[in-house]
């Protein structure tokens, strides 16, 4: 009887025995829940499966890796501050390479200015053996000696027109004496050294120079005249040649040239007014430019640029065959480009600007 009694339990809704196992009361349909034990209900499995994990992931210690995640991040620490301190020293060293802005610049002063890096080199008095081209009684010629580096991607001029002097507030004349003066169109890298001369009164008490480096915004850059002064600088050599440069006897078409390197010799002028300066020599390539385009093409001496070392080389119009010519469809034109080049030059080139809004080149071997 005991055991019938275990097996058996009571409807709470009608009264009737019932079996234990029942779900349903058969005599008033009353449903009745089952309680799953408590090992098998849901938040028991999941609190078991995380304690699990916990267990088999985290060893004592704390760690996975007994200890080695600690080293790890320690280490990263590490090497991150030296990364840090690494890239700290070089915007140090990359802040030191760029000049101090002044409102005023004297010998041996660089700045930065419109993609050039200029370096003001030295100043003092200019004496000339031309007695065509001396000083007016009370006056004296002075000049200003300065480095051009292109630092920019894009091509740069720099002129002597581009400097206005001023001697106590009053504006100077400017002089032109030839060979060293700054004038010169220079490449991405490319540099070059000249001078600006001006005549000043001898007893002016204040001349100052100024730079125009920007036409449009009207910017000027002053530069002070302090008498005999050198700073020694010198431009660095670029003994590098550049890749795909033409040799005597290579072909190039652009999209309306066809260019042959025809030649590249010593020239010597029989001009006694038009030769090299000392230690320089003439240096004369010969091309052939053909119109392979549908529309008229111009071509010029004056298209052509020269780097020996990478520095800036004079051009000499003296030959009567220098190239110059207007091409229509078919047509081809054949001259020679003079450059006055050092004598101690490693690497000497021709560029040819192709095209002035896209700064393409075509350079040529020369040395």
Request: with cysteine; hydrophobic share 35%.
């Amino acid at each position: 009887m005991s055991k019938k009694n275990n097996d058996m339990k009571v409807c709470p809704n009608c009264g009737s025995a019932i079996s234990s196992k029942a779900k349903t009361c058969p005599n008033c349909g009353t449903k009745f829940s089952v309680k799953k034990p408590f090992f098998l209900r849901p938040w028991f499995l999941i609190l078991t499966a995380v304690i699990l994990v916990i267990i088999i992931v985290v060893p004592k210690g704390g760690s996975s890796d007994g200890g080695e995640s600690s080293r790890a991040e320690s280490k990263s620490a590490q090497e991150s501050g030296k990364q840090n301190t690494s890239r700290a020293e070089s915007s140090k060293k990359e802040e030191s390479s760029i000049p101090e802005i002044k409102d005023a610049y004297v010998v041996g002063d660089e700045l930065l200015e419109g993609g050039f890096r200029i370096v003001y080199v030295a100043s003092g008095l200019y004496q000339t053996d031309n007695e065509f081209m001396q000083p007016a009684e009370g006056n004296q010629h002075i000049f200003l000696k300065f480095a051009f580096i292109n630092e920019s991607k894009n091509d740069k001029s720099i002129s002597s027109f581009s400097f206005e002097c001023y001697a106590d507030g009053y504006v100077q004349e400017a002089h032109y004496f030839g060979d060293e003066e700054l004038s010169a169109s220079l490449s991405s890298g490319r540099q070059t050294m000249g001078m600006l001369f001006f005549e000043v009164p001898k007893d002016a008490k204040e001349i100052e120079v100024e730079y125009e480096s920007n036409f449009f915004s009207d910017k000027k850059i002053r530069f002070l005249y302090e008498g005999e002064k050198d700073s020694g600088f010198q431009l660095t050599p670029n003994t590098t040649r550049t890749e795909g440069a033409l040799n005597p006897g290579d072909t190039v078409s652009t999209s309306n040239l066809k260019i042959t390197y025809l030649s590249c010799s010593e020239y010597k002028s029989d001009n006694m007014f038009i030769q090299p300066p000392e230690g320089y020599h003439f240096y004369q390539i010969e091309l052939e430019f053909e119109n392979i385009g549908s529309s008229d093409q111009v071509v010029s001496a004056l298209d052509f640029n020269c780097y020996a070392d990478g520095t800036a080389c004079e051009q000499s119009y003296l030959a009567d065959n220098d190239l110059s010519g207007t091409l229509s469809a078919g047509r081809k034109l054949k001259g020679t480009v003079t450059f006055a080049i050092p004598d101690g030059a490693t690497v000497a080139e021709a560029e040819f600007e192709e095209n002035i809004w896209t700064g393409n080149h075509i350079v040529f071997t020369m040395r």
